[in-house]
């Protein structure tokens, strides 16, 4: 038999968890076909092999699955794969997409609110995008005729669901339109979605109702299908909730609570998305927050979460404002009352938090006048304006409606104090991430340029947070499994062929909260469906080797 390629004399660390071995990877039209012990077998099959990969003194792992990921929204775009050549090139070989309630599918049906949706999401595009799929399936045979730059699973999000099917009409849908969304959910799980996301940090899930929300875990939990969740707050105190300064539980523990609660109700398979713990005041209450995941899981629900090894994180400038600004927040701005209430909410929260507006920088402003604050935290931008920080806030959100894109920080902790980011990476139940917003506009987090490198270096070799087939495992075989993905996340017989092949002694993340944007070291070769798409660190933009993951 001729084979396509084979990679020969590596350290294989097959996803598994199991015990890495040196062995050879042979690979025929995209899939693994053999997987063996160098011996004399390899030798055979090296001169039937077109091309031969000598991986001597390397690692051989799966591709690594980026399970909490935007880049669904990038992905119709033309040039998408020069934009997320930072993915490829730390070794991602397959996405989630779909993730916090913000998937570009499925939507209702002739919507009239699709500008919306666009609105909405243009932080997460490139570009504007026409939104005509519709249909799960119609969005993946529309990205399969074009090309894809890498494997591209999704989850069907509530929140733009419900944007296109109510607008900004945040009250308590009703049966009728509950049973529409519930109807379109069924079919994207049935054509391949792997799941349903809320996003209850934003709007409209930050609004919606337990009862709302219980009828999508019961329709995950229907067809054996993942929910995962945003949870309404990260922090101590926050705009989420009433605030009320004593007697109140942390606003970040009743929304895990919540969720928890739910997911022991409805017998879901529940995802919490990015366990964060923000602000410096937030951070103790970690350890009550994982006893609280742990007991769950002893009562039998099947909960686990995620995060990334950074202690800052990019989402949307709005995530600061409380729910009752958000609803008609272009109204609120305009509100002098308004202005002044939040104002006072602020400097109560950041008292009580070890975090504040000051601790938030701008990486994309999302309007043209933002532009030059771009790489500037908001006290810096504050002081050019000759406002208060706050004040500072409002002009950018507002002049932006929302757009503007922010790299949060003391997320788990500082540069100074990663006790907290430790604990919940080393943790069983924890799976790793990028959560990256990934565009070709203003800077970018560094988790586009590290994650994947950074687990290996510093959490791995330097502070021997877990073994090697561990890591690779939570990347890759694990990640996988949890999303309910057969064909690959292991260096198997008949699995699609995603390999990375790095240096172990060089593998690191070269990004610093300085310099953003930096290529990682040590990864040598990327494969994709058995196509090399990255050769000596450097990603080839003209080949689309990725695939459609139906789950």
């Not at 390397?58 to 699955?65: A, E, H, K, N, Y």
């Not at 329709?219 to 054996?224: D, E, G, L, S, V």
């Not at 090697?468 to 064909?487: H, N, P, V, W």
Request: hydrophobic letters at 40%; a negative charge.
């Amino acid at each position: 038999m001729n084979y396509d390629c084979l990679v020969k004399n590596g350290t294989i660390v097959d996803g598994s968890g199991e015990k890495a071995f040196n062995g050879s990877v042979a690979i025929k039209d995209g899939k693994i076909l053999e997987v063996m012990n160098n011996s004399a077998d390899c030798e055979v099959m090296e001169k039937s092999s077109t091309r031969v990969f000598d991986a001597e003194g390397l690692i051989v792992c799966p591709g690594f699955i980026d399970m909490h990921s935007h880049a669904d929204w990038v992905m119709p775009q033309e040039k998408h794969s020069s934009i997320l050549a930072p993915l490829l090139e730390q070794g991602v070989t397959t996405i989630i997409g779909g993730n916090c309630g913000y998937s570009p599918v499925p939507l209702a049906k002739d919507s009239s609110y699709r500008y919306m949706i666009r609105e909405a999401t243009d932080f997460v595009a490139e570009q504007p995008l026409d939104l005509n799929w519709g249909s799960t399936d119609s969005y993946f045979a529309d990205l399969e005729e074009k090309g894809m730059a890498l494997n591209l699973a999704m989850l069907a999000g509530h929140g733009m669901l419900r944007f296109s099917l109510l607008g900004d009409n945040y009250t308590y849908p009703g049966e009728d339109s509950l049973a529409e969304m519930e109807g379109i959910m069924t079919t994207s799980l049935e054509e391949g979605a792997c799941g349903i996301s809320l996003g209850l940090g934003y709007a409209p899930g930050i609004f919606s109702e337990i009862r709302e929300l219980e009828r999508f875990a019961d329709c995950a939990r229907k067809h054996n299908k993942l929910l995962t969740v945003h949870l309404k707050a990260y922090t101590k105190l926050s705009g989420a909730y009433p605030l009320k300064l004593f007697g109140d539980e942390p606003h970040n523990l009743k929304a895990l609570r919540e969720m928890l609660e739910m997911a022991i109700r409805t017998k879901v398979k529940m995802q919490i998305s990015h366990m964060l713990f923000v602000g410096s005041k937030t951070w103790s209450s970690a350890e009550q927050a994982l006893k609280m995941i742990e007991e769950a899981v002893d009562r039998g629900a099947d909960i686990a979460f995620d995060s990334f090894p950074y202690t800052c994180g990019n989402t949307t400038v709005y995530i600061a404002y409380p729910a009752w600004f958000l609803n008609n927040i272009e109204q609120n701005f305009k509100n002098r009352a308004a202005r002044l209430r939040l104002k006072a909410e602020v400097a109560i929260i950041e008292s009580q938090l070890g975090f504040g507006l000051k601790d938030i920088q701008v990486l994309w402003g999302g309007h043209p006048e933002n532009e030059q604050y771009e790489g500037l935290f908001f006290d810096e931008i504050a002081r050019r304006l000759g406002c208060s920080v706050t004040e500072a806030y409002l002009r950018v959100s507002e002049k932006s409606l929302g757009k503007t894109l922010c790299l949060m920080h003391k997320y788990n902790g500082d540069e100074e104090n990663e006790e907290v980011l430790r604990e919940v990476l080393s943790h069983p139940l924890n799976l790793f991430e990028t959560d990256t917003i990934l565009t070709s506009r203003g800077l970018r987090n560094p988790s586009s340029f590290g994650t994947f490198p950074r687990i290996i270096q510093k959490y791995h070799k330097e502070l021997n947070l877990f073994k090697l087939e561990e890591a690779i495992s939570k990347m890759t075989g694990k990640s996988a499994e949890r999303f309910g993905i057969t064909d690959r996340g292991i260096i198997a017989k008949d699995k699609w062929a995603d390999l990375v092949i790095f240096d172990y002694d060089q593998i690191r993340d070269n990004t610093t909260f300085s310099n953003l944007e930096q290529r990682p070291s040590g990864i040598k070769h990327v494969f994709i469906n058995g196509k090399e798409v990255v050769k000596d660190g450097r990603a080839d933009h003209a080949i689309l080797a990725g695939q459609a993951v139906r789950v």
